[in-house]
Each structure stands twice: as C-alpha cells, then as structure tokens.
C-alpha cells in the first residue's frame, strides 16, 4: 500500500485537536513542516494589533471630536445618538454577517471594512468639517448616516477579524483587543495633541480626521503584508483542513496507537496481542523497515467529515445551526459574560461620561475622562493575557459584580446642578475602574472561547462571540439612552446657571437653577440693605 505526501497529510490521530505539528501543502508549502512557522519579530502579533485598532478608528474619531459636534450642534444629544446608530447597525450586521459568514471570503469582508471606513471619513473630513457644505439640520443627518455606514463595514471587519483570529493561538485573539484599546488611546492622544498645537476648533478637527485617514491606510497596508506569510497560512489550512478532515477508524482486528516519534505523521497498525515487529509507515511513502505482515486497505474504514457549510438550502442551513447549538453549550458563560462586560461598559461610556461636568476643566474634562478610560481599558487587556486562572463562572460572577459601576458614576451626573459626587477625583477614579475591568474582563472570554470547541468550529466560535460582544453594546446604548434622561437637558451648564455654593443656603442653591436671574438680585437686594442699615447704626 502506498501513500503520496498529499494523502498522507489527510491523517490525524484520533481524539486531538492539531494545532502545533502539523503540515500542509498550499501557496507553496511542498514539504513537511515539522513545527509551525514562527512569528518573526512578532511582525504577525503586531499587525493584528494594527487590525484592531483599523476597525475601531471611524468610531473613536468621532467620539474623539464630541467638542467640535457639540459646538456644532448645541442642545442635541449627539454623543448619545452617534453611539446609539453605531451600535444599533452594528448589532444587525454582525446578525446578519455571522448568517452569511460562508458566502464570501474572509479577506473579502475584511478589505470591504477597510474600504468603507476610508471613503466614509475622507466624506467627512472634506464636505462636512471642512467645507461645511450643508446646513444644521441636513448636516447632522448627514453624519448620523456616516456613522452608520462605518458600522457596518467596520463591523463586518471586526467579526472577521475575531474569526481570523480564533485559528491562531490565542495570543492574536488578545493581539486584536489590544489593538482595540490601542485605537482609543492613539485617538484620545491625538486630539489632545490637535487642541493644544492648533487652538482654533475646526481646523484641530480637520488635523484630527487625517490623522484618522492615514491610520486606517497604514492598517490596511499592514494587513496586505503579512496575511499571506508562512505563519497565517500555516494555522489557516489546518483549520480548513480540519472541515474536511478523514479519521480513521479501525476494524476489531487492527488497532491506531499513538506514538512518540518525534516524527509527525507517522502511524501504526498492530496486531492484538501486539507482535514484536510492527508495521510502520511515514510521509512521503510507505517504507516498511524490517519484514512484518501486511494489511488490505479494507482493513481500515475511512470517514470524511464535511465543513459546517457543506451544502446548501434547508440542509446547509440546518447543518450550520446545529452547529451554532454544539458550540453555543460548550461556551455560553463565556457568552455571557461578553454581553454582561459591554452592556455595563456601554451604560456608561461614552454617554454618561461625556456628561460629566467640571467648572474647572470645561471642555477638557470629557477628552480627559476618555483618555483614562481608553488608557486603562489598555492595560487591562494586556494584563488578560494572563488568563490562566480565569474560568467561565468566574467571569460571569465578575461581570455580575461590575454592574455596581454604573450608579456610582451617575452620582457624579446627577443631580446636575450639584451631583451628589461632584469632585473630579470621583469620575477620574471611576474612569479607570470602568476601563481596567473592561479590558480584563472583555478580552478573557474571547481569548479562551475558541479554545473550547474543535478546531474547525473555531471561526464560527469567533463570530458568534462577536454576535454577544455587540448585543451587549446594543443593549447597554439603549439603556444609556434611559440614563441620560436623569441627567437633565443637554444643553444645561451647571458651571454658568448658578452661583457658588458656598455662597448660597442650600435651599438656594436648587432654585438657583430656577430661577438664576432672581436670585441674584434678591441677593444684591439683601446686601445693599444690610450695608444701609450698618451704615445707618
């Protein structure tokens, strides 16, 4: 019996998963790899941190500008409703992408992300921001509309992205994260650096967007670079190899043992009782070394097993949510946890945070109270690498816990004419909690999901943990909604419609938002009198 290199590259040992020795025969693979390629320069690593900031730029950069929006459009909940439309059409195309995940290539979606954020911010920069080539009304319509078209190819590339990922090792699950909290740092960075150099408004603004532009064009240019390296290949065909992967099931009279020959690939047929000499045969060609007795290929039963998307119609479909249903019981506390982690984070930022007001700091204080937030969400996820001793009820029971964050921030909003935490230190200190639980605990579960199913399941696992990560964001924006209506109007400013409170009886100090213009003269009133009276004695 004889075997080529490419039949032989069919076999696995029963009962593993081949995730570090393996080998495949694609662009130019032609021999044996004995271990897998190595990430050289970690040049791999950092191009999927590249990518996930790629596909968080559009959304950070106009969150990032809320200063100019909110100049531009006074007295409207615009913060609020560009994080509303982002994640509502996120959550329906990630629906609808994690549906239609066979029907176009993985490069495809994630080239079409690249492509609609470029030209959606260029859009804005040019007609809006810098040409102002609409009025208010029509304008702010108009980027509402932009926000939504980013989402959906930003989207679309995000899912494909934590699909991508989850046929490597997890290390490039936590790489895109990182690059996530990387986006908002760089953002939040930038535009401090574009309102400290240029102290006119629009113009830091329109700096601000190229920065975004040219960020986007470098990911892009990373990505094209290494995506058809040694490595990505390496992991790609043996997840694509494991769709359509031939097991072998042996007869009562002739057993598959596993060996520890350094060797892959290498398997033996023993009799039972096993004799002193074995039948042995390795890649390329069957080689037997020392007399031994033969086999019939009938001795051996061979069993294909088909890709989740084999086929198609009622059958494919039927196929791929059984599929969903296997993987959904191997990692639904990691599901829940994702959802529970954004829909707590989503509650709070960047709505509620941008709401936060300092007499001291002015406009400053949203800008740096997202720059804590982004700067820790950071950290956190680079610390969740070390995800060893994390478990699916222990995130869930933390995620729980996390909940409690989101009325201690609100006293730092409400009320808002005095809230009952009205020091800066408060929101700063909450900031970053906020931001280091959420890097921890919204990277563990990605990173360990897709270790829990079988490797041809790992893509699929990949975009249906996207699908929880975004009903949790939807989720949480409307709540925010909810939230944002105990604050007050959102064209209030406690810093100018009252008057120290030290100044005032406490009972004052709540009709002074009334009633401002009275109080002040009755106040005037009483010390002139008081003064003619002293004057009088």
């Not at 200190?429 to 829990?452: D, E, R, T, W, Y």
Request: charged share 15%.
């Amino acid at each position: 019996m004889e075997q080529n290199g490419n039949d032989a590259a069919g076999y696995s040992k029963l009962g593993k998963c081949k995730r570090e020795n393996d080998f495949h025969v694609k662009n130019g693979f032609t021999s044996m790899n004995l271990s897998p390629p190595t990430d050289t320069y970690n040049m791999v690593y950092l191009s999927f941190v590249l990518g996930g900031a790629g596909f968080l730029f559009p959304y950070n950069s106009f969150i990032m500008a809320m200063d100019y929006f909110k100049i531009r459009y006074p007295g409207t909940p615009v913060v609020f409703d560009m994080s509303l439309v982002y994640i509502v059409v996120a959550f329906l195309t990630v629906v609808a992408n994690n549906l239609l995940v066979e029907i176009c290539s993985l490069n495809t979606r994630i080239n079409f992300g690249y492509v609609m954020s470029f030209i959606t911010l260029t859009f804005v920069v040019t007609c809006e921001v810098w040409w102002e080539a609409f009025g208010t009304s029509t304008s702010y319509t108009i980027n509402l509309a932009a926000v939504a078209v980013v989402a959906i190819g930003c989207t679309v590339q995000q899912s494909s992205f934590y699909g991508y990922t989850s046929m490597l090792p997890s290390r490039y699950t936590q790489a895109v994260m990182v690059g996530e909290s990387a986006s908002g740092v760089f953002t939040s960075s930038v535009r401090v650096l574009t309102k400290f150099v240029i102290s006119e408004i629009r113009g830091s603004t329109i700096y601000f967007f190229s920065v975004s532009i040219t960020s986007v064009a470098t990911c892009f240019a990373m990505y094209h670079l290494v995506r058809r390296s040694d490595f990505i290949q390496f992991y790609i065909t043996l997840c694509e190899r494991a769709k359509t992967r031939i097991t072998l099931e042996p007869t009562e009279d002739a057993g598959l043992i596993e060996t520890t020959d350094a060797q892959y690939g290498v398997l033996k047929i023993q009799n039972s009782p096993p004799t002193s000499t074995t039948l042995s045969f390795a890649n390329p060609a069957y080689e037997p070394s020392v007399p031994a007795p033969t086999y019939k290929v009938e001795d051996v039963v061979i069993r294909g097993r088909s890709s989740v998307s084999a086929g198609g119609g009622f059958t494919g479909i039927k196929r791929g949510l059984l599929a969903r249903w296997e993987i959904t019981k191997a990692i639904y506390p990691y599901m829940i946890s994702i959802c529970l982690v954004y829909f707590a984070t989503l509650c709070l930022y960047p709505g509620i945070a941008s709401e936060i007001w300092s007499c001291n700091l002015r406009s400053w204080m949203p800008i740096l109270m997202m720059a804590i937030f982004n700067g820790a969400d950071l950290l956190g996820k680079m610390l969740a690498a070390s995800s060893w001793h994390w478990t699916g009820s222990r995130l869930v029971r933390c995620s729980v816990a996390r909940l409690i964050m989101i009325p201690l921030m609100l006293m730092c909003v409400i009320p808002k004419a005095n809230p009952l935490l009205s020091a800066e230190i408060f929101a700063f200190v909450f900031a970053l909690i906020l931001g280091l639980s959420n890097g921890v605990l919204g990277s563990v579960p990605m990173i360990q999901a897709p270790s829990k199913v079988d490797d041809r399941h790992r893509e699929l696992t990949g975009n249906m943990m996207t699908l929880l990560y975004n009903f949790g964001l939807t989720t949480g924006s409307l709540m925010a909604y909810s939230l944002e209506s105990l604050t007050g109007p959102a064209d209030f400013d406690p810093c100018t419609m009252r008057l120290p409170t030290e100044s005032l009886h406490p009972q004052n100090v709540i009709n002074t938002t009334i009633f401002p213009t009275t109080i002040t003269y009755s106040t005037l009133l009483s010390t002139l009198t008081n003064t003619s009276t002293e004057f009088s004695q």
